[in-house]
């Protein structure tokens, strides 16, 4: 069998339709001469991959009616994909309503056959209505096993997708053949009334033109937003992936103007109701998100925090508010629909006296029992990330990243006397920083009465120009500074100083150095943003090449922190 011979166009969309006589042997009386089957696309070439598959079933079918052994044609494997609910819905009206209309539409037309067709069409309709209504799909089984198999579906009998294909297929079904009933009466301008296929309409109406796709746009958006300087490169990996997820839920190929405030706050109260992570769990592996969302409700799981609903939002939100920049007309559907004040009055606390004395005094710091075990106490002793980053951040005010990635190069002694340590943003040397620049951090006296510039001269002399901490890693999105904030937030809650979510880790130290220079040094804001290496949007911050926060300024600031009422005992005993 040639696919040139059988493969035609079909509506006014064009969709190719794979139409091939049935062999003479099997004609029966009042049945179809041909079988046919529409290939669900415009593109030839994936019409004729389609059709391959779909000919092989039906030459297999008509072998084994025949009695006869069929050898298949050696086809080309083809991967299975998972189909959105959109795509199966498209599929079904495309096959049981479209397809099947048209046939009715033919056969009523045909000269002589009006009156024959019209009883054929009621005595179906008849038949389909009382199976439909109760749920008996079995009408539509053979059809929905065809288009599978078609279309490389991976979609098994039993699954929730698949019950649900099913009743889409008999909601079409019932659609065409009331249509076909009025039509065969004399209404020939007649259309059921279908929920389903009103759906399928309205998504072919609000499909995006080529290239104008969501995703197609967010990645032209992410394009400018990382040669600007803007974005980083691992963030905007994760802005996509919440988009992708938001694509999902809408519709891969909506126009970008059919999405309205009426999506988004769907998305929005939809991811309140998932778990945590949601995808990584076992038990809604393959679901989509509303049927993750429905399954979570029926189960009484955690829910997704606000504060992460609003993480969404707000990757969401200004992509299309890059989209109107760029002339796009449209208004951004995320206005007005932010959960508000969901973050609390403070997220990510600093440790306070009580409980950085009761860190300090810890056995991390006085001697642990062992690898694994350095909340117990014992006579080891650590003389590596696990130590010396918070003392870092807790010292110097930088990052749990910025600490990570240091070299020995970066500590040296000022021509006052005075240590410091550059964070570098040198991304050759896998080094980078939040605000993409280069900045100095004063050492606190403490930090070098606690051996740190000794630790970093033995790491000089043993391996000359070298990283620090060479044991971490990076992970698989290129942040360093992972793996000690994890150990950080574990250990914290293993002394009894974290309890929960509540905000305290690893930046706990960092945020510490903040509130001693708010109260014991009298700093404002913005001289504590200084003093951090916060990025500053103001204009005079773009004047000049020297960068905010300059020895000058840094040495007498670092000089009036004191701790009052931290006991550094065990610190300076050590040495």
Known sequence: MSLATYLVKRGKRGIWQLRVPIPRALHAPGKPKERTMSMGTTDRCIASDRALAVLDEWKRDWATARGQTFAALPLVSRERRTPSRAELEGLAVEFAHDEALAQSDMRRQ???????????TEAALNAFTPLATTGDHSLVEGMARDIIAGMGLDLEPGTSAYRQFLTDLSAARMAALKTSYARARGDLEASAESPLVARVRQREQDKAKPG?????????????RLAEGRKREDTLKQDRKVIEQFVEFVGADRALASIKAEHIREYRDTLRQLPPKWRDRADMRGLSMREAAAKARAADMPRTALTTVNKHLSTISPLFAWLIKE???LSNPCTGLFHDKVRGKNPRPPLGTERLNKVLASPLFTGFEADGKEHSPGEVRANDWRYW???????TGMRVGEAAQLR???????DSGAWIIDIQHAPEKGQTTKAGQSRASMAHAKL??????????DRRAADGDCRLFPELVANNRHQIGAEPSAFWRDYLTRIGVKAGADGLGAHSFRHELADRLRVEVGLVDDQIAVALGHDQKSTTAGYGAVRQGTVRFLAPVMEQVHFKGVNFEHLLSRR
């Open 110 to 120: 045909q000269p002589g056959g009006w009156r024959r067709h019209m009883h054929r």
């Open 327 to 329: 002339r796009w007309d």
């Open 408 to 414: 020995t190069e970066d500590v040296s002694q000022h």
């Open 389 to 395: 980053i918070p003392l870092l951040c807790l010292f």
């Open 448 to 457: 070098v009465e606690a051996g740190f510039i000794e630790f970093v001269k």
């Open 212 to 224: 104008e796709a969501l995703l197609d746009l967010f990645d032209r958006y992410a394009e400018q």
